[in-house]
């Protein structure tokens, strides 16, 4: 059995806009739409996104998963989408077997941690920057 993890290499596909970070979907009516290919939010993108308070309820990005800095990580991994697969389980059973195209797969850590029952809850969660 492993103990509690400090640090991961993952990355959190619900962060707070920033330069640096990717921008992985947009808000829609009936959940995210994912950005690909993979595309990084540069300054001048960030300024054309605007920088209101609900920037992150409009789009979703992702950015290095903060670890102990977030009030989500168990010492271990991250509470937060255990959570929304809890509350969405019966959605994810609804949702097509076909996994959202996204372009953070391959170091997401809600994947790492849950596969692909991550992915189908993913496209329901908006970002609360509190
Ligand atoms: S949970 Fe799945 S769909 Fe969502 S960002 Fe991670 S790999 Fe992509």
Not at 104 to 124: E, Y
């Amino acid at each position: 059995m492993s103990g509690p993890n400090e640090t991961t290499e993952h990355c959190c596909p619900s962060s707070p806009a920033s330069t640096g970070s990717v921008l992985l979907g947009i808000v829609g009516p009936s959940g995210i739409a994912y950005v690909t290919p993979r595309m990084t939010v540069s300054a001048d993108l960030l300024e054309d996104l605007g920088r209101e308070e609900d920037l992150e309820k409009r789009y979703r990005f992702a950015d290095p998963c903060a670890t102990t800095g977030c009030k989500h990580w168990s010492g271990r991994d991250c509470r937060l989408i255990d959570q929304v697969i809890e509350s969405g389980e019966e959605l994810g059973r609804e949702s097509e077997a076909s996994l959202p195209k996204c372009s953070i797969r391959a170091s997401c850590q809600w994947f790492a941690q849950r596969g692909p029952s991550a992915c189908r809850v993913c496209p329901l969660v908006i970002t609360d920057r509190a």
